[in-house]
């Protein structure tokens, strides 16, 4: 069988993780081309990949004929434009989360592949790890019997070093980072619920880092640092000059089936943390971390007072990025091109995650009120679902 041909766009940053993983000749998959318009990134793709072929246009690397699938690791304002081009010039294609930042290029993308006839992946890379293969399969064998709420509180002790520096501080590039951020957390309640949000009411407020030291606006980009020594933020510096995005956001949401949930993000925590919380009519779970050595709590006694946990699941992760998840939603892409494999993302959760952050961020723009959720045309529904069912 012929080898299938990657392209990267986007070589740098996280797509470093797409070349450890994806260039197996071996198995058959080979990284023949990268492009991206930082010369230093893509210097150092060109090094390690010496006979592939770089550009700093990616439209020049959609037209290798060649390629059979792209990798799309680019900024979330850029993915409408960059995965339309990828299927129209039929490629398979696996794009980053969030899907994109409006509901008609959500739209735009699933139709072009539907029209296309081409394969678009979704990368909800915590469908992946570990801990939340473990809580969904105890949700799914009725332990703390049927689930009714839930909810998410998110810690983001990174958030000053990442998303306030850069272009994820403008709503214009990012919508809001309920959205760029939280978009995993929703698909991950929508999964685990068996159900989608129709509903949602939005609280946020930009509270901490509009006080902040800006850096100069002379026009040069933003670059994320990672240093735990930038603590408390305000007496931080170099943050971007313009924020309008808020750093902390609670949403609530009402899902098609009549369960609820609810989601809180903060990004001025000292502390890292995603814990959810599964409430069912026999008890309840919640856990504690989602990388290595993260621990699922297990409560199905009634007590008078608070207690300890009846059960505790640790779990100890597996090798590569994001406790495995990364190398693992990886090779269900690869599988999913070359031999049909059953997807275990789908665009349609995954569009239906963004029009969740885009409805919750314009419910707290403007009062603070309720806001249907969009529904995704039944045509894309029926047709990604009979995609992604693996017949």
């Not at 369960?259 to 919380?277: E, G």
Request: hydrophobic share 35%.
């Amino acid at each position: 069988m012929d080898s299938t041909k990657f392209g990267i766009i986007g070589v740098g940053g996280r797509g470093g993780v797409f070349q450890d993983n994806n260039h197996l000749p071996e198995e058959g998959y080979e990284i023949v081309a990268g492009a991206d318009v930082n010369s230093e990134a893509l210097d150092a793709f060109a090094k390690r990949f010496p006979e592939a072929k770089t550009f700093t246009d990616y439209r020049e690397l959609l037209a290798q004929p060649e390629i059979d699938a792209v990798f799309i690791i680019t900024p979330d304002f850029l993915h409408e434009e960059m995965a339309c081009a990828a299927l129209n010039a039929g490629k398979h294609v696996y794009l980053e989360k969030p899907l994109a930042i409006t509901a008609d290029g959500c739209e735009n993308i699933l139709r072009t592949a539907m029209r296309n006839n081409r394969k678009l992946y979704i990368g909800h890379n915590m469908r992946f790890m570990p801990v939340i293969r473990k809580m969904k399969e105890i949700i799914d064998s009725g332990k703390i019997g049927e689930v009714q709420c839930a909810w998410c509180r998110h810690f983001i002790n990174y958030g000053g070093d990442t998303y306030f520096r850069d272009w994820h501080s403008e709503r214009k590039y990012s919508n809001g980072l309920l959205l760029q951020k939280g978009s995993h957390d929703i698909d991950v309640l929508h999964w685990l619920m068996g159900s989608h949000t129709v509903k949602t009411v939005g609280m946020g407020m930009l509270s901490v880092y509009d006080k902040c030291k800006r850096r100069e606006d002379d026009g040069t980009p933003g670059k994320a640092v990672w240093d735990y020594d930038n603590y408390p933020p305000e007496k931080c510096e170099g943050f971007s000059p313009r924020i309008d995005v808020e750093d902390h956001n609670m949403i609530l949401m009402q899902l098609a089936s009549g369960k609820q949930c609810s989601y809180m993000q903060c990004h001025y925590t000292p502390d890292l943390d995603r814990n959810y919380t599964f409430i069912g009519t026999r008890g309840r779970i919640e856990n504690h971390g989602v990388g290595l050595n993260a621990q699922i709590l297990i409560w199905h006694t009634r007590a008078q007072e608070t207690r300890m946990p009846d059960e505790s699941i640790t779990l100890r992760g597996t090798p590569g990025t994001h406790s495995g998840a990364d190398p693992a939603i990886m090779k269900n892409f690869r599988e999913f091109i070359r031999f049909n494999a059953k997807p275990e993302t789908n665009p349609v959760e995954a569009m239906r995650s963004v029009l969740v952050g885009i409805a919750a961020h314009e419910s707290m723009r403007n009062g603070i009120c309720g806001k249907d959720v969009p529904q995704v045309a039944p045509d894309i529904v029926e047709y990604f679902d009979r995609i992604c069912s693996g017949k």
